[in-house]
């Protein structure tokens, strides 16, 4: 079956540093993942997403990262915030309507 | 921006009741979703719709209803609730497109079943 998963579920960080987030997927027929950002009490958040058919996507301070060839997705955060202590998780889709799988999280903190 | 809202952040109910959630989206998309997201489960797709009054069973559908009656509005019916389906519950929407679209999220409905 399919499966999308994290490296590391807690990860701390120091304000300013640079932040990377991992994510391992399974199924290689996957062309379209999202990175989502979720705080507390709230619902998930839209970061960045990336094709397959792409290695790097950029954004406002952060940058995905897609390996197709282990099937590994990344999340670069630059210089980190206070804001950005949430929880990160990734989500995968292999053209099935629009349905997506998600990784359980990696809870980011960020130490002022 | 995209506007996902749930109708009620935090709900109790009691064993056997039968529970609504509701969910409203002002984007005109036409897929909605419903999950449940439990601590390192992540989320789990209940059911989604891609149309009105079309309706198609998720990973974990048993205990579980929908009624999308009105584009905009996509109900999750618990039938007789029961202490597993204790949860936090996500909405969520979509356009429908050639192409993948993310989904975008309301801020969930706390559910806790006595």
């Not at chain 1, 027929?29 to 979720?38: E, L, R």
């Not at chain 1, 210089?79 to 359980?104: H, I, L, M, R, W």
């Not at chain 2, 009624?67 to 204790?86: D, G, M, P």
């Amino acid at each position: 079956g399919e499966s999308v998963g994290l490296h590391l579920p807690t990860l701390s960080v120091q304000e300013g540093d640079n932040s990377i987030i991992n994510c391992a997927y399974s199924n290689s027929a996957s062309d379209y993942f999202i990175w989502y950002k979720q705080e507390s009490g709230k619902g998930p958040q839209f970061i960045i997403d990336i094709r397959s058919n792409m290695d790097k996507r950029q954004g406002q301070r952060v940058t995905v990262l897609l390996n197709k060839t282990v099937k590994h997705l990344s999340l670069q955060i630059a210089a980190t915030q206070p804001g950005d202590s949430a929880v990160y998780f990734c989500a995968e889709n292999s053209g099935n309507f629009n349905k997506f799988y998600f990784g359980s999280g990696t809870k980011l903190n960020v130490k002022p | 921006d995209v506007k996902v809202t749930q109708s009620s952040r935090y709900l109790v109910k009691r064993t056997g009741e039968k529970v609504f959630l509701e969910c409203v989206q002002d984007m005109d998309h036409e897929n909605m979703f419903w999950y449940r997201q439990d601590p390192g489960l992540g989320l789990r797709l209940i059911y989604f719709s891609y149309d009105v009054k079309m309706k198609e069973k998720g990973d974990i559908p048993e205990g579980y209803s929908v009624s999308r009656e009105k584009k905009e509005r996509f109900s999750l019916i618990l039938e007789s609730a029961s202490t597993s389906q204790t949860s936090m519950y996500l909405c969520a929407s979509s356009t429908r497109d050639v192409s993948n679209q993310p989904q975008h999220f309301g801020d969930g409905t706390r559910l806790s079943i006595l």
